[in-house]
C-alpha cells in the first residue's frame, strides 16, 4: 500500500516539474537566452562596419527576414503591393534558401512573437529585423515610412544604454527601455537609440504588407 502511494506521488511530482520545465523552455525570457546564443555567434563572425558620415543606421551587423518589399517582379517579389505602384511583396513560390543559422533566428523569433502577440503573426505577413549595435555603431534619428501598421521592438544581452527615443507630435522626446520589455511603437514617428556601451541585441516585428489592409493604419496618436 505505502509502495504504491509512494509510486504514485514521485510519478506526479515528476510530471509537475517536467511540465513546469517545459513551459519555462518557451518563455519569452528563455527564447531571447537562445536567441543571445545565436546573436553572439554571428557577431563573431561579422566584419566591423565601415565608418560613413551622414548615414542615419550603421549597425554593428543586421538581418530582415520575412515578408519584405522590392521592386515588382524581382526575384520573389511577385505580388503587387496593394498600394505602392510598381512594388512587389515578397511572395516566392518556393521557400527561400536560408543558412542553418538564419533558419534558427526565424523559428525561434517566431515562438517569441507568438508568446507576446500572436495576433501580429498572424498568416507571417512581417519581417523580422535582427541586428547587433556596439559602440562603434549607431542609430540616428529616422522614420519607417513604409510601415503599415506599428511594429513590436525588444533588446537583449549585455551593454548599458540604448534606449529607444520616440518623439510625439509636439517633439517631445519618450526615453523608452526595451531590454528584455518588448514595446509597441510606430516606426513611422521619429525615432532612434541611445549610444550604447557594451552589445545591444535587438529584435524588431514590423509589417510593410498585411493581406487584410487596403491602406496604412493611420499613425498612432501616443508614439508608445
Not at 47 to 57: A, C, F, S, W, Y
Not at 73 to 79: A, E, I, P
Not at 103 to 111: G, H, M, P, V
Request: charge should be positive; aromatic fraction near 12%.
Amino acid at each position: 500500500m505505502l509502495r504504491s502511494i509512494c509510486t504514485i506521488f514521485f510519478g506526479s511530482l515528476i510530471k509537475y516539474f517536467s511540465v513546469l520545465l517545459l513551459s519555462d523552455m518557451g518563455s519569452p525570457q528563455t527564447i531571447l537566452l537562445e536567441l543571445e546564443i545565436l546573436y553572439k555567434q554571428i557577431s563573431a563572425r561579422a566584419k566591423l562596419p565601415e565608418q560613413r558620415t551622414g548615414k542615419q543606421v550603421n549597425f554593428h551587423w543586421s538581418v530582415i527576414l520575412g515578408r519584405t518589399t522590392n521592386t515588382l517582379n524581382r526575384s520573389g517579389f511577385k505580388l503587387q503591393h496593394p498600394f505602392r505602384k510598381g512594388v512587389g511583396v515578397y511572395w516566392p513560390e518556393r521557400k527561400r534558401k536560408c543558412s542553418e543559422i538564419e533558419e534558427e533566428l526565424w523559428t525561434l523569433a517566431l515562438r517569441y512573437l507568438k508568446r507576446i502577440d500572436e495576433n501580429f503573426a498572424k498568416s507571417e505577413d512581417f519581417a523580422i529585423q535582427f541586428s547587433c549595435l556596439e559602440e562603434s555603431s549607431y542609430v540616428d534619428w529616422h522614420m519607417d515610412s513604409h510601415d503599415v501598421c506599428p511594429q513590436i521592438a525588444v533588446s537583449f544581452g549585455g551593454f548599458k544604454g540604448g534606449e529607444l527615443c520616440v518623439k510625439d507630435n509636439e517633439g517631445n522626446v519618450l526615453l523608452v527601455n526595451t531590454r528584455h520589455n518588448p514595446v509597441r511603437f510606430d516606426g513611422r514617428r521619429e525615432h532612434k537609440v541611445q549610444p550604447v556601451q557594451g552589445t545591444r541585441f535587438s529584435l524588431i516585428f514590423f509589417k510593410v504588407y498585411d493581406r487584410e489592409l487596403s491602406l496604412p493604419l493611420p499613425v498612432q496618436i501616443e508614439p508608445i
